[in-house]
């Protein structure tokens, strides 16, 4: 045998998109909450909250649910990612072989840890043996992975990354090397995470949500709110989707990743390893940073994310130097989707000439050097654009889009 | 942008067998004694399935500090263990040039149930905000990545069978593509009461409701499931000319990987179904398989993971008759996390004996 093969570096492109949010399924009905800054946390509905310290969140509506077409007999989580990646294949155009080899990359926390609950509880407080174990099949996040690559054909190289909320972000840049490097023309990627019990308790024990809808960025906020989503994408070759006719989007000219090494679940308070994953999606685009004209931020609402982030945004771009906004004040911090729902966030911001607004944000933190978009959504002809998803464990990853005419 | 060759430097490994660097796992192979035995850690008297490879707890306690040993769970203790002793062995520098890749199938579940008992036994003032942290799959990468310093991109990567070989295919692709100069690539998983009780009650276990006896015997006529085992192991992965400039001992280069997906219900596998794009195939269509001296499997005892394996290498290997069925190393240290590295470290230290090329194969249940 001999040395590795040599490959050029491939342009990746968006050329479709597939979501499943609190607003609705499909990318219309997600467009139009952003751009109408609709916040879509209200009281928790599929699991008991009482004696919690917030009981809201940003759930898919029960007729959303009821509306998809897929087994009842599959995880929530399951039936929403299949729901997001069937309307990403259908909208980017691909068939046939070409659509049969793509990879497919996907992140994910929870699994079907919902229905997995379920069953514990029963066996937990009844004492006795549940029919629900059939859970435990689809509990672990590959079963995502397994369920989409079955139904969907696909054949190509299949992963399923557990990055905590950083996972659909890091999904979006993983299946970008293997189509840069020229292992697959196309991927199906991004993130889902439905709501369950062990995150919803977790994050009320951490005493990190509000009990409000959350404001990041504000003076007063007290946390986040949590969410639940699936959004894919199909990344393909710049070269072979002009070929066959396909349509972009929007180009991923960049994107970078970075580890804190510092706490498990705390961020460097210097924003250390924020800083290094935009500076290297910036270079990895090969742009200044002043080309980038918005940042969908991770902007969870919490004090710690947000003060680093933005000590990370003044360090990159200057003060002021970009429009920042959180699309998590809309739908939700919705987990391992929240890297793959934010970038949508991004790529439709520069389609429409659009900026999503920060809802819920009254008066900005003075630590926070930046214009934030508070309330109604703003025009602007923006080029390039940058999403940050940040994750315990330190995990850093930005990715940068810029227009598909530019 | 060209790839850049990736080579491995280092081994760490804690598992049923043994502890250490290259030398300890090369002695385990070398001895070649299963680790398989009943199991201790809890009580498998009312199961069919008794059998198991455990971790010592005395080992793994000699390898951490009593106070990190104290605020970590097992599988973080077994993950950070081995990931110390692989960077110690290759005596790779930490830093932004560092990153990790972590595979696990069950990650810390362990941590996930007694967060659960929190809440079922004492409601919400029964949550531990300290354990929470611990039931996202990526924690054990999170402390590893502390403890030895690296600061590129850390990734975890879930799966079933194959998750170490898929965290070292992951790990060099980062490499290749310029994201790390070095990266430390494995598995782990940890034998956890509930999961096994509840494999060996659906039957997923040896001896899967057969009448013959419980055991691991990839590829046997009387094959009847897996035996879990639990462990980490860790390789450093680093690029060729960084590694050769600092001088590091290099065991062998990974000179290409390929994984692909077979459609397939989930938790299934089809003997008979033959993949014409099967990653195998693509290495032999791109590299022959003439110097191919040996090749390890994922092959564990599972009757259907054995038959689909012997049946794809029967097919891309049919002129190489006496690679197939390919070598397992389930017997020797259990079916787990770790597993999948533990047969890429043996074809590093087989590499670096040479002569020939080592190929290393996986196919899991569920494509």
Redesign the interface.
Same mark, same amino acid.
């Given at each position: 045998m001999s040395g590795p093969r040599r490959h050029a570096r491939s342009d990746v492109v968006v050329s479709g998109l597939g979501i499943v949010s609190p607003y609705g399924l499909g990318t219309k009905s997600f467009w139009s909450g952003l751009a109408a800054g609709a916040c879509a946390i209200k009281p928790v509905t599929i699991i008991d909250t009482e004696g919690f310290r917030s009981r809201i969140a940003a759930e898919i509506p029960a007729d959303v649910m009821g509306s998809l077409g897929a087994s009842r007999r599959r995880s929530r989580a399951d039936r929403i990612a299949l729901a997001a990646a069937r309307e990403a294949l259908a909208d980017s155009g691909l068939a046939g072989r070409e659509r049969a080899e793509s990879g497919l990359f996907v992140g994910a926390v929870g699994g079907g840890m919902l229905e997995g609950e379920n069953w514990y509880w029963d066996e937990g407080r009844r004492g006795v043996v549940s029919p629900r174990m059939r859970a435990l099949r689809t509990i672990l996040p590959y079963s995502h992975a397994e369920t989409l690559g079955w139904r969907l054909g696909l054949t190509g190289p299949k992963e399923t990354v557990v990055m905590a909320c950083a996972s659909g972000a890091a999904s979006i840049a993983l299946g970008a090397d293997l189509v840069r490097a020229g292992m697959v023309s196309a991927a199906l990627v991004g993130g889902v995470d439905a709501l369950t019990r062990i995150c919803f308790m977790g994050f009320n024990a951490l005493k990190l949500l509000d009990p409000s809808p959350c404001r990041p960025f504000d003076r007063e906020r007290r946390g986040m709110s949590i969410g639940e989503a699936a959004a894919f994408f199909v990344l393909e070759d710049a070269e072979r989707c002009r070929a066959r006719g396909g349509r972009a989007h929007a180009r991923l000219a960049g994107y970078g990743m970075s580890t804190d090494a510092h706490h498990v679940t705390a961020p460097h308070p210097e924003g250390e390893g924020m800083i290094q994953a935009m500076r290297r999606a910036i270079d990895d685009a090969a742009l200044p940073p002043a080309a980038v004209g918005y940042v969908n931020a991770h902007g969870t609402g919490t004090l710690q994310n947000d003060r680093a982030e933005a000590l990370a945004l003044r360090a990159v771009f200057g003060e002021g130097g970009v429009l920042v906004s959180s699309t998590k004040s809309l739908v939700g911090h919705t987990m391992a989707a929240a890297g793959s729902v934010e970038a949508m966030a991004t790529v439709l911001a520069l389609q429409h000439g659009l900026l999503p607004p920060t809802a819920n944000l009254e008066q900005t933190d003075p630590d926070v050097a930046f214009d934030c978009l508070p309330g109604a959504a703003r025009a602007a002809d923006v080029e390039a654009a940058l999403s940050n998803s940040f994750g315990f464990g330190g995990q850093n990853v930005s990715l940068i889009f810029t227009r598909a005419d530019s | 942008?060209?790839?850049r %060759? $990736?080579v491995v430097t280092g081994v760490g490994t804690i598992n049923a067998s043994t502890a250490g660097g290259r030398d300890a796992l090369a002695g385990a192979l070398a001895l070649g004694r299963s680790a398989i035995g009943p199991v201790r850690g809890f009580d498998t008297a009312s199961l069919a399935s008794r059998l198991a490879a455990e971790v010592d707890d005395a080992t793994l306690a000699s390898l951490i500090d009593r106070d990190a040993a104290r605020r970590l769970s097992r599988i973080c203790r077994l993950a950070l263990a081995a990931c110390v002793l692989a960077v110690r062995d290759a005596d790779v520098p930490s830093g932004?040039g560092l990153?990790?890749v972590v595979g696990t199938?069950? @990650?810390d579940f362990t941590s996930?149930r007694d967060?659960?008992?929190g809440?079922?036994n004492r @409601?919400?003032g029964g949550?531990?905000?300290m354990i929470?942290?611990n /039931? #996202? &799959?990526?924690?054990m990468? +999170?402390?590893a990545?502390?403890a030895i @310093? +690296?600061? +590129?991109?850390? #990734? /975890? $990567?879930?799966? +079933?069978t194959l998750a170490g070989d898929?965290a070292v295919a %992951?790990g060099a %692709?980062?490499i290749?593509?310029g994201?790390a100069a070095a990266v430390v690539v494995g598995g782990v998983d940890e034998l956890f009461q509930e999961v096994y009780q509840?494999l060996a009650e &659906?039957g997923a276990l040896s001896p899967m409701r057969s009448r013959a006896p419980e055991g691991c015997r990839p590829f046997a006529d009387d094959h009847n499931g897996p035996v879990l085992g639990e462990g980490a192991t860790f390789l450093v992965l680093e690029e060729l000319e960084s590694a050769r400039a600092r001088g590091a001992r290099v065991m062998a280069e990974i $000179?290409?990987t390929?994984?692909?997906? #077979?459609? /397939?219900?989930?938790?299934t596998g089809r003997a008979t179904r033959i993949?014409e794009?099967s990653p195998v195939a693509r290495l032999i269509r791109?590299?022959?398989d003439a110097?191919v001296a040996r090749c390890y499997g994922a092959g564990n005892g599972d009757p259907a993971v054995d038959d689909w394996e012997r049946a794809l290498l029967g097919r891309d290997l049919r002129a190489r008759t006496d690679l197939v069925p390919p070598h397992s190393l389930a017997p020797l240290f259990g079916q787990h996390g770790g597993l999948g590295a533990l047969r890429v470290g043996a074809a590093a230290l087989d590499a670096e004996r040479g002569p020939g090329?080592v190929l290393v194969h996986g196919i899991a249940r569920? @494509?």
């Open positions: - | 942008m060209t790839d %060759r $990736v932004a990153g990790i199938e069950y @990650g996930s967060f659960a008992h809440f079922l @409601g919400p949550l531990s905000p929470f942290p /039931t #996202v &799959m990526n924690t990468a +999170a402390i990545a502390i @310093g +690296a600061k +590129a991109p850390s #990734v /975890t $990567v879930n799966q +079933a898929l %992951r %692709r980062m290749a593509d994201h509840r &659906m $000179v290409e390929a994984w692909g997906n #077979v459609p /397939t219900a989930p938790h993949d794009r791109s590299r022959g110097d090329t569920g @494509g």
